[in-house]
């Protein structure tokens, strides 16, 4: 019998408000670019991959959650960019907040216990804005200031139309 697994990720979910803004500085970015757009509803900063996650597991990991105790803070993107070799459009920051870094640290701190480990990669935050982009160069747009106040975990579904996302639960930061 195949086990349950759900795809998961922690992230920064913006509210409706802070989705408008994203959404506004990814269409002047993406405005002479032909990559597929990622849906308004999609954006977001990955904290923390997951990836597929045993159901029973699933609590452990939202009490690892609960266990972080982080500042809030402000992110400003300021920056877009693409990564050539993955087609990745996205929205930056010219520099991580502290708050942020932490925030990560902690997350993963209280992650390993559950069996996860960060990536060895350095810690980018940005949001994904296009895909299979073919110019590097990135549109004008205007910075984008987020107050995030809280963290979420997100499941991840696949589908024809691409992925979508659905938040399982969200904790405040201090």
Not at 74 to 89: F, K, M, N, S
Not at 139 to 150: I, L, M, Q, T, Y
Request: aromatic share 10%; with cysteine.
């Amino acid at each position: 019998m195949k086990e349950e697994v759900r795809r998961l990720f922690f992230a920064l979910w913006p509210d409706a408000d802070q989705r408008q803004g994203l959404a506004t500085a990814a269409r002047a970015v993406r405005e002479n670019d032909t990559g597929r757009p990622v849906p308004e509803e999609n954006l977001h900063v990955t904290l923390a991959f997951l990836g597929s996650v045993a159901k029973d597991r699933v609590t452990r990991v939202e009490a690892a959650a609960a266990t972080i105790s982080a500042d809030t803070f402000e992110l400003h993107l300021d920056r877009a960019g693409c990564w050539r070799r993955t087609g990745i459009l996205w929205l930056g920051a010219s520099s991580t907040p502290p708050a942020l870094e932490r925030l990560v640290s902690c997350l993963w701190s209280a992650l390993e216990p559950c069996g996860f480990w960060p990536d060895h990669r350095d810690f980018r935050p940005h949001v994904t804005i296009a895909r299979r982009c073919k110019k590097a160069r990135a549109g004008a747009f205007e910075p984008v200031a987020w107050s995030v106040r809280d963290f979420a975990l997100l499941e991840s579904f696949s589908g024809h139309r691409g992925a979508s996302y659905k938040v399982i639960g969200r904790w405040p930061l201090a």
